[in-house]
């Protein structure tokens, strides 16, 4: 079993942060901060264009976290992302964008998402907790972690593997107040059966006998699937989750007047950073690196 979350984790670690940003242009800045020495070379209509990994940062973390959420919450969303980065340039003091697997929001975007009411402001918040952590990154035993995160867990996150002994289960009892905590999704026999038969190993279920053929074999403490068969076929809590469409692995079914109905808590894969209870946490007084120390245990933050 510890073999199968290694490999649930590996594949959730590369889509987590890529799923959250799309491509953008890269516009003149006038607000530079700190200057890290590290370089992000964005493909722009066929040529690079080197962009401060500080400055850059502030378009990661606009589009991850929102705007509304405390001071201390963002900061430490931004120390995730710097954290991400700093992983992945494995000592190298440039590399390109494409080799990330994540994209740059660009101000006319940021302006688009928060509307321009909001956008100064907003921007303004944003480039301040990214200037504020300049340099900041969170190491366990010397080494970067995997700085995974999510918008809402389903009222725990969730033990990681033994590549991740940081990531332990914490409370989240909180996060059943969020908004959109429990998703409704009704579907009919003929979409369900569908939906599951389009996946690329397909269990091949009838319409009549779709959910007769769903059991679920294995959840996590936190209440997330991990293990599911399908009619013949075995599959991971989250490959379900993709297919579907759902917005985590924490789900159930059962009969609705002759459709299906599928019942999901939280938003997100659960482990790790959890922003929302970061956010009740900055609401109550908590650093941002104290709000780290909680999500991901025996780790320090570290100035580079």
Not at 230 to 245: F, T, W
Not at 274 to 288: H, P, S, V
């Amino acid at each position: 079993m510890r073999k199968a979350a290694a490999v649930c984790l590996l594949a959730i670690l590369i889509p987590y942060i890529t799923t959250l940003a799309w491509t953008g242009r890269v516009e003149g800045n006038t607000d530079r901060g700190a200057v890290s020495g590290r370089t992000i070379l964005l493909d722009r209509e066929g040529s690079p264009a080197p962009v401060d990994m500080e400055e850059y940062l502030i378009g990661i973390t606009a589009l991850q976290i929102p705007a509304e959420y405390d001071m201390e919450a963002i900061k430490a969303q931004a120390i995730i992302a710097r954290t991400y980065l700093c992983k992945q340039m494995q000592g190298k003091d440039r590399i390109e964008e494409s080799a990330l697997d994540l994209d740059y929001l660009e101000q006319s975007q940021m302006e688009e998402m928060w509307g321009k009411a909001d956008y100064l402001a907003n921007y303004k918040k944003i480039r301040d907790a990214v200037q504020a952590t300049a340099g900041q990154v969170i190491q366990y035993n010397g080494d970067y972690i995997d700085p995974l995160f999510h918008r809402l867990s389903a009222g725990m996150t969730r033990n990681g593997d033994e590549l991740h002994p940081y990531l332990v289960q914490v409370d989240a009892a909180g996060d059943v107040e969020g908004e959109n905590y429990l998703g409704v999704y009704l579907f009919t026999r003929e979409d369900l059966a569908a939906r599951l038969n389009s996946m690329p190993d397909s269990p091949e279920v009838r319409p009549e006998e779709v959910l007769e053929s769903i059991q679920v074999i294995k959840k996590d403490e936190a209440g997330y699937v991990e293990s599911i068969q399908v009619g013949p076929k075995s599959y991971g809590g989250e490959e379900i989750q993709y297919a579907l469409g759902l917005p985590s692995p924490a789900y159930s079914f059962e009969e609705a007047e002759g459709n299906i109905r599928c019942t999901v808590k939280g938003i997100g894969h659960g482990y790790g950073f959890d922003q929302y209870g970061a956010g009740l946490k900055a609401k109550e007084g908590w650093t941002a690196e104290k709000i780290l120390e909680f999500y991901y245990k025996n780790i320090v933050v570290v100035f580079e």
